[in-house]
C-alpha cells in the first residue's frame, strides 16, 4: 500500500528558515515532487527530486533520502507570499504524483 | 500555450443530476491527471491516463464517476447521478516529464 506523512501546519517569522518534513511508502517508487498551493489557487510545481541528495532553486531546497523514505522542503529567507499549503508527491511507475493533505505554512511579521 | 484549461470554473447542480467536466491539456503532453480536492481528505488522485489509456483508475470512488480521455487534447470527468458529498474543487493535470505536472484551476463543484 502507499502511505503519506507530513505535518498538518507549520507557523514561522518573516525571514526566517523553515522545513517542512515528508515520509512516505510507496511500491515502485521513483522520486520526490513538491507542490505549492496558495488559497482558492491550483497546485504549482516547485521541486522533483529522482536522486538522493539536495536541490536547490532558489530560496526553495528540496532534500531526498530514499534509503529513508524521507524528504523534506527547506524555504529561506521567508516571505509572506510564501504563505500557502505545501505537498509533498510521491511517484512511482502506475500510480504517479499522489498528494495528501498537505502542510500549511503561515509566515508571520 | 495557455496552460491546461477546465470548464466549467464553477457548477452548481441538484442532487441526482448529471455533471460533466472537461479538460484540455497542454499540447505535447502525455500524461493527464484528475484530483478532487476537499479539506477533509485533501489532494486526492480519481484516474491517471498515459497517452489517452486509463492506467490507474482506483481513486475513482464508485461507479456514479466516470472518466474519458478520447484523444490527446480532450478529457471529461463524469458524475452521474451527482450527490451532495461530491461538492469539491477538481483539478485536471497534464504531465509530460516525471514529477512535474501543471495543473488547470479547478472546476469547484457544488451539489445542492
Known amino acids: 500500500g502507499q502511505s503519506l506523512e507530513q505535518p498538518s501546519e507549520v507557523t514561522a517569522v518573516e525571514g526566517a528558515i523553515v522545513q517542512i518534513n515528508c515520509t512516505y511508502q510507496?511500491?515502485?517508487?521513483?522520486?520526490l515532487s513538491w507542490y505549492q498551493q496558495h488559497d482558492g489557487g491550483a497546485p504549482t510545481f516547485l521541486s522533483y527530486?529522482?536522486?538522493?541528495g539536495l536541490e536547490e532553486t532558489g530560496r526553495f531546497s528540496s532534500f531526498l533520502s530514499r534509503s529513508d523514505s524521507y524528504g523534506y522542503l527547506l524555504l529561506q529567507e521567508l516571505q509572506m507570499k510564501d504563505s500557502a499549503s505545501y505537498f509533498c508527491?510521491?511517484?512511482?511507475?502506475?500510480?504517479?504524483?499522489?498528494f495528501g493533505k498537505g502542510t500549511r505554512l503561515s509566515v508571520i511579521a | 500555450d495557455a496552460g491546461v484549461i477546465q470548464s466549467p470554473r464553477h457548477e452548481v447542480t441538484e442532487m441526482g443530476q448529471e455533471v460533466t467536466l472537461r479538460c484540455k491539456p497542454i499540447?505535447?503532453?502525455?500524461?493527464l491527471f484528475w484530483y478532487r480536492q476537499t479539506m477533509m481528505r485533501g489532494l486526492e488522485l480519481l484516474i491517471y491516463?498515459?497517452?489517452?489509456?486509463?492506467?490507474?483508475d482506483s481513486g475513482m470512488p464508485e461507479d456514479r464517476f466516470s472518466a474519458k480521455m478520447p484523444n490527446a487534447s480532450f478529457s471529461t470527468l463524469k458524475i452521474q447521478p451527482s450527490e451532495p458529498r461530491d461538492s469539491a474543487v477538481y483539478f485536471c493535470?497534464?504531465?509530460?516529464?516525471?514529477?512535474?505536472?501543471?495543473f488547470g484551476q479547478g472546476t469547484r463543484l457544488t451539489v445542492v
Open positions: 493535470a497534464s504531465s509530460f516529464r516525471e514529477g512535474e505536472a501543471f
Open positions: 510507496t511500491s515502485g517508487f521513483y522520486g
Open positions: 527530486n529522482a536522486l538522493d
Open positions: 508527491a510521491p511517484n512511482s511507475g502506475n500510480t504517479p504524483l499522489v
Open positions: 499540447s505535447g503532453h502525455n500524461s
Open positions: 491516463f498515459n497517452n489517452n489509456v486509463p492506467i490507474d
